[in-house]
């Protein structure tokens, strides 16, 4: 999957095209720009960090406050 920074670039190029290209493709590549633009929306959702997750959502193999027998945590002596 591509990043949403080439995504955009991408629906940027489509713009262009639609203002260079004949005037009966214009509904065409508008189209097809806002289509990438939806896909870099997409993806960047899908790439949010777990901080930022909603509602605690995310990873929560990070938390700390796990026993100190949690499956990876090393042990230590007290």
Excluded: F
Aim: charged share 30%; hydrophobic share 35%.
């Amino acid at each position: 999957m591509g990043s949403v920074k080439e995504y955009r670039v991408i629906a940027q190029d489509c713009l262009r095209m639609a203002v260079i290209k004949d005037e009966r493709d214009r509904p065409l590549w508008v189209t097809m720009a806002q289509s990438w633009i939806q896909l870099a929306e997409h993806v960047a959702k899908l790439h949010v960090e777990p901080e930022d997750a909603v509602d605690g959502e995310g990873d929560d193999h990070c938390s700390s406050d796990r026993g100190d027998d949690s499956p990876g945590r090393p042990q230590t002596a007290n």
